[in-house]
């Protein structure tokens, strides 16, 4: 299946956060699969493709990913990379509140100063697999998500979660801006929504029985 044949389109995704959140290992998960304990800080930018194919869109995205640096002196560089940005992936460490609130802080303004109206936002609460150390909840990271309009997933490059979901919902939203984001909800939200539909099914049921019984 060549990328001609499912109507391939590209992507480029900007990762954005703090030096040590783990922006190049969640890059290195998804486009390798793998991971390494000791990694350089990225200087400036680095550069990544991996393309996936969106089953229920019978489409195929070209990720064109730049993983830019976080550390304060290199900042500036990073609004040069926001430039037709279609998503921009705003990485914290669930174990480290600085790194989320320096994205609620400075990434998202310099975001709304720099990106495209309509880019894609994604929120990735990285290190997971450090729970025991959580200084950001769920309901947190959530509830800012909402509040900007972003997908959210919690990732843990080392232990091999998150990421994959991470790019695929990504991906649909990016073939599709129609697509649904229901990953910003709380688990309250999405009992209620389940609850909503279900009836609206049960609903939508009885009047196809209705109008379909024989006088």
């Known amino acids: 299946m060549s990328n001609e044949e499912k109507g391939a389109v590209s992507c480029k ?5 703090e030096s040590g959140v783990g ?4 890059i290195s998960r998804f486009i390798t699969n793998t991971f ?9 930018a680095s550069f990544a493709t991996k393309s996936i ?3 229920k869109e019978d489409r195929t995205v070209v990720f064109e990913i730049w993983d830019t640096a976080g550390q304060e002196k290199y900042r500036s560089l990073a609004k040069v990379f926001y430039k037709n940005a279609s998503v921009c992936l705003l990485v914290y460490d669930i174990a480290r509140k600085a790194s989320f609130d320096e994205i609620k802080n400075y990434w998202f303004k310099e975001i709304q100063s ?3 109206d309509n880019v894609i936002l994604a929120l990735a609460g990285n290190k997971s ?5 959580e200084e950001v909840s769920d309901e947190e990271a959530k509830a800012y998500a909402k509040e900007i309009n972003a997908i959210f997933q919690k990732t843990s490059a080392k232990m091999e979660t998150g990421v994959n979901e991470l790019f695929k919902m990504i991906a649909e ?5 129609q697509t649904e984001n229901i990953s910003n909800l709380t688990n309250k939200e999405l009992k ?3 609850e909503k539909l279900k009836k609206d099914k049960n609903k939508n049921d009885n009047n196809n029985n209705k109008n379909g019984k024989c006088c």
């Open 13 to 17: 995704v900007v990762l954005i956060g």
């Open 36 to 44: 390494s304990s000791i990694l350089m800080s990225t200087t400036g």
């Open 129 to 133: 697999d450090m729970y025991e150390f």
């Open 53 to 55: 194919y969106v089953e």
């Open 23 to 26: 922006k190049t290992s969640i």
């Open 192 to 194: 209620k929504r389940g």
């Open 114 to 116: 720099n990106a495209s």
């Open 173 to 177: 939203k990016f073939v599709n801006p």
